[in-house]
């Protein structure tokens, strides 16, 4: 029945996001949007599942440890085991971050038949899965990628013979194509199992069903929806070049490294893939070494890299310590990450920020100058003191406005807001009348009208106020819990502050400059 | 007048033909074009460098603007609000989509930047300007990058460094922002602004609420502002 003679493995390392996240032993859970996305095999003999909400896993498994889904991590974790097949076969097509599939023909025949290369594959990557603390793979063949997926999740994995592809998804119920929505209309139709769907006609499908219902019948089928789009695994992404003669000149480096570049953009751009986090490394012939990660909101070009590499180096060699001794003698670039490359695109309305080139040269060379993390941007923040109500962001990281912006937070002093903000408040104290230190009380009234305020070397008489503004923060948290109560002064030489009354004693949180 | 320009310029007799027409014609017009084009180029106003600034700010500033490449010193004398003041002139340019900085300057209330409408996402942060021998660089680097840099110069500013940073601002258009709370900027401005009073409102003892504030700005400087000139500013809330 299949229209092409082809046979496909599929390698399926169960709960991955779990064991990328480090957590396979204990009970733990990966959350997305509030819901299950994994679990680990202890959590789910607790009753955890996938799609439950985050409080109802809660409260199936008390210590259960939950973690925010991490997909870049998942991938990088993925791909030693990528790695690990590719030393097989190098024709690997991974599916999402947990699963890949290679067709086996050519491997099972070197190997010595399909079921002693999948014997040699597990034993490989069981050994590599234990060091990662995660439960075995699995490993499923057949002649479809959608029925060998289905076979690695037949417990400890299944080989479907060569031709009896359909007769065996026969028995499967509708629910196995993935398509809840269909399988539904289905099971309403009477049709229960996948070997009753294969058996209507196709024209009837299509006209019932449309495009997607013909895509699964060809499933159930057991024939291919697609053919397996194949690449060769990425090529070794680090360029490196030892120069002759060590070099003291920038800008001779420079030019070195605008091969080494465009030697980098050249392996990556046959496979369709662009970089967006840089490793440039240098190293003296006294064997001193500098390396530093860069990061672009756009791919890099062979230029930017160049760009990059030189700010690097003016910045190490105009250094105050630590400057090089010697001349360098070796410089190396590496891919960190690679995208698929989509081109270019520059944001319109409502896209993210993308600065224009100027912006980002400017950035990139203050980069060079002072580290990574010296430039970059605020967002706004939930908060009611006057500093936590914005964050800043490193440059390149990405700027997401932190969950409760929008949230109204009691006791937030109403607008304007100071214009100086001291990094570490100016401790004062503010008397009344008498001379005695102004408290605030538990209704949140001050004892005395506040008269003077004292800053060391003089006092000034405080000729209007307004408060207080009581917070009491994170009391459910003891370590992280804070009593503070703020009043805004105005002084006779018509300055205005922003008081902050915390553990008895007065500071001067902000000023209305 | 650009006509008469180019009317005299010899014209080469050629026995007439077609060809001959349609070649003097495009000569014609390629010396009308260069002929614009240089006329058009010496003739950039100082209007036409000007980054837009805020309503209350445009009857303060000789040009009602911010004129690209020029110098900005903004400090107070005997008085407070060079800060306010300073935010106010960053939110023009920043409402209008041009890209600011702001460096030297960790103690800047991003909120209160944020309220008087500065985009925080086209607002570079260079919370510390990196060691003594760095930090021109630094700003001249931010010169290259965005169009407003509001800074606050090291205390040990040279007058050699302040003029090269001067110099580089005027060459790249960018708008030089210098908060000079402590009155030192030792290099050249073409406009100073100084706040010489500062009131607030809406506050007495024990209720009410900091509202409107009400200041007088001297600004005085170069060119049209060589004659200093005192006006009311308002900003509320």
Same mark, same amino acid.
């Given at each position: 029945?299949?229209?092409?003679?082809?046979?496909?493995?599929?390698?399926?390392?169960?709960?991955?996001?779990?064991?990328?996240?480090?957590?396979?032993?204990?009970? *733990?859970?990966?959350?997305?949007?509030?819901?299950?996305?994994?679990?680990?095999?202890?959590?789910?003999?607790?009753?955890?599942?996938?799609?439950?909400?985050?409080?109802?896993?809660?409260?199936?498994?008390?210590?259960?440890?939950?973690?925010?889904?991490?997909?870049?991590?998942?991938?990088?974790?993925?791909?030693?085991?990528?790695?690990?097949?590719?030393?097989?076969?190098?024709?690997?097509?991974?599916?999402?971050?947990?699963?890949?599939?290679? !067709?086996?023909?050519?491997?099972?025949?070197?190997?010595?038949?399909?079921?002693?290369?999948?014997?040699?594959?597990?034993?490989?990557?069981?050994?590599?899965?234990?060091?990662?603390?995660?439960?075995?793979?699995?490993? @499923?063949?057949?002649?479809?990628?959608?029925?060998? $997926?289905?076979?690695?999740?037949? !417990? *400890?994995?299944?080989?479907?013979?060569?031709?009896?592809?359909?007769?065996?998804?026969?028995?499967?119920?509708?629910?196995?194509?993935?398509?809840?929505?269909?399988?539904?209309?289905?099971?309403?139709? @009477?049709?229960?199992?996948?070997?009753?769907?294969?058996?209507?006609?196709?024209?009837?499908?299509?006209?019932?069903?449309?495009?997607? /219902?013909?895509?699964?019948?060809?499933?159930?089928?057991?024939?291919?929806?697609?053919?397996?789009?194949?690449?060769?695994?990425?090529?070794?992404?680090?360029?490196?070049?030892?120069?002759?003669?060590?070099?003291?000149?920038?800008?001779?480096?420079?030019?070195?490294?605008?091969?080494?570049?465009?030697?980098?953009?050249?392996?990556?751009?046959?496979?369709?893939?662009?970089?967006?986090?840089?490793?440039?490394?240098?190293?003296?012939?006294?064997?001193?070494?500098?390396?530093?990660?860069?990061?672009?909101?756009?791919?890099?070009?062979?230029?930017?890299?160049?760009?990059?590499?030189?700010?690097?180096?003016?910045?190490?060699?105009?250094?105050?310590?630590?400057?090089?001794?010697?001349?360098?003698?070796?410089? $190396?670039?590496?891919?960190?990450?690679?995208?698929?490359?989509?081109?270019?695109?520059? @944001?319109?309305?409502?896209?993210?920020?993308?600065?224009?080139?100027?912006?980002?040269?400017?950035?990139? $060379?203050?980069?060079?100058?002072?580290?990574?993390?010296?430039?970059?941007?605020?967002?706004?923040?939930?908060?009611?003191?006057?500093?936590?109500?914005?964050?800043?962001?490193?440059? @390149?990281?990405?700027?997401?406005?932190?969950?409760?912006?929008?949230?109204?937070?009691?006791?937030?002093?109403?607008?304007?807001?100071?214009?100086?903000?001291?990094?570490?408040?100016?401790?004062?104290?503010?008397?009344?009348?008498? /001379?005695?230190?102004?408290?605030?009380?538990?209704?949140?009234?001050?004892?005395?009208?506040?008269?003077?305020?004292?800053?060391?070397?003089?006092?000034?008489?405080?000729?209007?106020?307004?408060?207080?503004?009581?917070?009491?923060?994170?009391?459910?948290?003891?370590?992280?819990?804070?009593?503070?109560?703020?009043?805004?002064?105005?002084?006779?030489?018509?300055?205005?502050?922003?008081?902050?009354?915390?553990?008895?004693?007065?500071?001067?949180?902000?000023?209305?400059? | 007048?650009?006509?008469?320009?180019?009317?005299?310029?010899?014209?080469?007799?050629?026995?007439?033909?077609?060809?001959?027409?349609?070649?003097?014609?495009?000569?014609?017009?390629?010396?009308?074009?260069?002929?614009?084009?240089?006329?058009?180029?010496?003739?950039?106003?100082?209007?036409?460098?000007?980054?837009?600034?805020?309503?209350?700010?445009?009857?303060?500033?000789?040009?009602?603007?911010?004129?690209?490449?020029?110098?900005?010193?903004? #400090?107070?004398?005997?008085?407070?609000?060079?800060?306010?003041?300073?935010?106010?002139?960053?939110?023009?340019?920043?409402?209008?989509?041009?890209?600011?900085?702001?460096?030297?300057?960790?103690?800047?209330?991003?909120?209160?930047?944020?309220?008087?409408?500065?985009?925080?996402?086209?607002?570079?942060?260079?919370?510390?300007?990196?060691?003594? #021998?760095?930090?021109?660089?630094?700003?001249?680097?931010?010169? #290259?990058?965005?169009?407003?840099?509001?800074?606050?110069?090291?205390?040990?500013?040279?007058?050699? #460094?302040?003029?090269?940073?001067?110099?580089?601002?005027?060459?790249?258009?960018?708008?030089?922002?210098?908060?000079?709370?402590?009155?030192?900027?030792?290099?050249?401005?073409?406009?100073?602004?100084?706040?010489?009073?500062?009131?607030?409102?809406?506050?007495?003892?024990?209720?009410?609420?900091?509202?409107?504030?009400?200041?007088?700005?001297?600004?005085?400087?170069?060119?049209?502002?060589?004659?200093?000139?005192?006006?009311?500013?308002?900003?509320?809330?």
């Amino acid at each position: 029945m299949t229209e092409r003679e082809s046979r496909t493995l599929v390698v399926w390392c169960p709960d991955w996001p779990v064991v990328a996240a480090g957590l396979a032993q204990v009970p *733990s859970a990966v959350i997305r949007a509030n819901r299950v996305v994994a679990c680990s095999p202890s959590a789910r003999a607790e009753g955890v599942r996938r799609h439950q909400r985050r409080r109802e896993a809660e409260s199936a498994c008390p210590d259960l440890k939950l973690v925010k889904e991490d997909p870049a991590q998942e991938v990088r974790a993925f791909e030693h085991v990528v790695s690990a097949v590719a030393q097989f076969t190098p024709r690997v097509e991974v599916t999402r971050p947990g699963m890949c599939s290679l !067709p086996v023909r050519g491997p099972a025949r070197y190997f010595g038949g399909e079921r002693s290369f999948a014997n040699r594959l597990a034993h490989v990557l069981n050994d590599l899965l234990q060091e990662l603390r995660g439960p075995p793979c699995r490993i @499923g063949i057949a002649d479809t990628p959608f029925a060998a $997926r289905l076979a690695a999740h037949v !417990p *400890s994995g299944e080989i479907v013979l060569a031709g009896s592809t359909a007769a065996w998804l026969a028995d499967l119920p509708v629910s196995a194509l993935g398509e809840p929505e269909l399988a539904e209309l289905l099971v309403r139709l @009477g049709i229960r199992r996948l070997g009753e769907f294969a058996e209507l006609d196709e024209g009837v499908v299509a006209g019932r069903f449309g495009s997607r /219902g013909v895509r699964a019948h060809r499933l159930a089928r057991g024939l291919d929806d697609h053919a397996l789009a194949l690449c060769e695994p990425p090529p070794d992404l680090t360029v490196a070049r030892e120069l002759d003669s060590p070099v003291d000149q920038v800008d001779t480096v420079a030019f070195v490294a605008t091969g080494i570049a465009e030697e980098l953009i050249g392996r990556l751009v046959p496979g369709g893939l662009a970089c967006t986090r840089l490793l440039v490394e240098a190293s003296t012939e006294h064997g001193e070494e500098l390396s530093r990660w860069w990061r672009a909101d756009r791919p890099f070009t062979a230029r930017a890299m160049v760009d990059r590499v030189r700010w690097q180096l003016e910045g190490w060699l105009a250094a105050p310590v630590d400057a090089p001794s010697a001349g360098i003698t070796l410089v $190396r670039l590496t891919a960190g990450e690679v995208v698929p490359d989509k081109g270019r695109q520059l @944001g319109l309305f409502g896209g993210p920020v993308e600065a224009d080139q100027r912006v980002e040269r400017g950035i990139a $060379r203050i980069q060079g100058l002072l580290g990574h993390a010296a430039v970059g941007t605020a967002v706004l923040a939930g908060g009611r003191g006057p500093g936590e109500q914005t964050i800043f962001v490193p440059w @390149g990281d990405p700027r997401e406005e932190p969950e409760g912006v929008r949230h109204p937070w009691p006791g937030r002093l109403p607008a304007p807001a100071p214009a100086v903000v001291p990094v570490v408040p100016v401790v004062v104290s503010l008397v009344g009348r008498a /001379g005695e230190t102004v408290g605030v009380t538990g209704r949140g009234q001050c004892t005395v009208a506040p008269e003077w305020l004292l800053e060391p070397p003089g006092r000034q008489r405080v000729v209007g106020w307004a408060g207080p503004w009581p917070a009491d923060e994170r009391w459910w948290d003891p370590t992280g819990h804070r009593r503070r109560a703020r009043l805004q002064v105005l002084l006779e030489d018509g300055s205005a502050h922003l008081l902050v009354l915390e553990g008895g004693r007065w500071g001067i949180e902000a000023t209305y400059d | 007048m650009i006509l008469t320009h180019v009317s005299r310029r010899p014209i080469r007799r050629r026995p007439f033909c077609f060809a001959n027409v349609c070649s003097y014609t495009q000569e014609m017009a390629v010396t009308v074009a260069e002929a614009l084009h240089g006329r058009a180029s010496s003739l950039v106003l100082a209007k036409d460098r000007l980054l837009p600034v805020t309503v209350a700010l445009a009857a303060v500033l000789p040009f009602a603007g911010l004129e690209r490449g020029s110098t900005v010193v903004v #400090d107070a004398h005997e008085t407070c609000g060079a800060t306010s003041l300073t935010l106010e002139m960053l939110a023009g340019p920043s409402i209008a989509g041009y890209w600011g900085a702001v460096a030297g300057c960790p103690e800047l209330g991003l909120a209160a930047a944020a309220e008087r409408g500065i985009d925080l996402a086209r607002l570079l942060l260079v919370p510390s300007l990196g060691p003594q #021998d760095r930090w021109a660089q630094v700003v001249a680097s931010l010169f #290259d990058a965005v169009d407003t840099v509001l800074y606050v110069p090291p205390p040990s500013v040279r007058p050699s #460094d302040a003029r090269r940073l001067a110099a580089r601002a005027r060459d790249r258009g960018a708008v030089q922002l210098v908060l000079d709370r402590d009155r030192r900027w030792p290099g050249p401005s073409d406009l100073r602004c100084t706040v010489t009073e500062s009131q607030w409102t809406g506050l007495s003892r024990g209720h009410g609420l900091l509202s409107e504030r009400h200041f007088e700005v001297e600004v005085s400087g170069r060119g049209a502002a060589a004659r200093p000139r005192r006006s009311p500013l308002q900003l509320s809330a």
